[in-house]
C-alpha cells in the first residue's frame, strides 16, 4: 500500500507533459472509402500546433501493426520553392519540406535542394489500434507562416 502511495506521489512530482485532446478545429480533410487495400485508405487528416510543435494527425481505415508501405508528406510552408519531388511522384503544389516515414529504416526531413531540415525534431507515433499515426515537428525548423499546406 505504501509503495503505491508513493507511486503517486513520484508521478505528481513530474513534470507535466500536458495532453491535449483533438478538436473538431483541427479537421483538415475528410476523405471517403476509396483505397484497393484498407491500409492506404486515409480517411482523415488533422492539423495542430502545440506549444513549439506542429503536429499532423492521419487516421487510416485499417493500419496495420507493421507498416507495408513507405508515407512521403510535401508541406508547403513558405513562398516559392519547388514541386520536383527526389522520389518516383509528382507534386501539383509547391512544398518546402518533405517527410519521409519509411516502414524500415529512419525517419528524414528533407529540403527542397536536398538537405536535411537542421532541427526538426521528427517523431511519428503509429497507433494501430486506433489507426492513427501522429507526426511531430518542431514548428520553429519549418520557418513557417500561419497557412501551412499538407
Known amino acids: 500500500m505504501i509503495a503505491l502511495l508513493v507511486c503517486f506521489f513520484l508521478a505528481a512530482c513530474q513534470p507535466r507533459n500536458e495532453f ?10 475528410l476523405d471517403g472509402v476509396d483505397a484497393a487495400q484498407a491500409s492506404h485508405d486515409l480517411v482523415a487528416a488533422y492539423f495542430r500546433t502545440v506549444g513549439t510543435q506542429m ?16 508515407l ?6 513558405r ?10 511522384a509528382e507534386s501539383n503544389l509547391p512544398w518546402d519540406v518533405l ?9 528524414g526531413a528533407w529540403q527542397t535542394d536536398g538537405s536535411p531540415l537542421p532541427g526538426s525534431g ?4 503509429r497507433d ?3 489507426d492513427t499515426l501522429i507526426i511531430s515537428l518542431n ?12
Open 55 to 70: 503536429q499532423i494527425r492521419l487516421d487510416w481505415l485499417d493500419l496495420p501493426t507493421l507498416a507495408d508501405y513507405d
Open 139 to 150: 514548428h520553429s525548423a519549418l520557418n513557417a507562416g500561419p497557412n501551412i499546406k499538407i
Open 20 to 29: 491535449q485532446p483533438w478538436q473538431y478545429t483541427d479537421l483538415r480533410l
Open 99 to 107: 517527410l519521409v516515414i519509411p516502414a524500415a529504416g529512419e525517419l
Open 122 to 125: 521528427l517523431r511519428v507515433l
Open 72 to 77: 512521403y508528406l510535401a508541406i508547403d510552408c
Open 128 to 130: 494501430p489500434l486506433l
Open 79 to 88: 513562398p516559392g520553392e519547388g514541386q520536383t519531388l527526389p522520389i518516383q
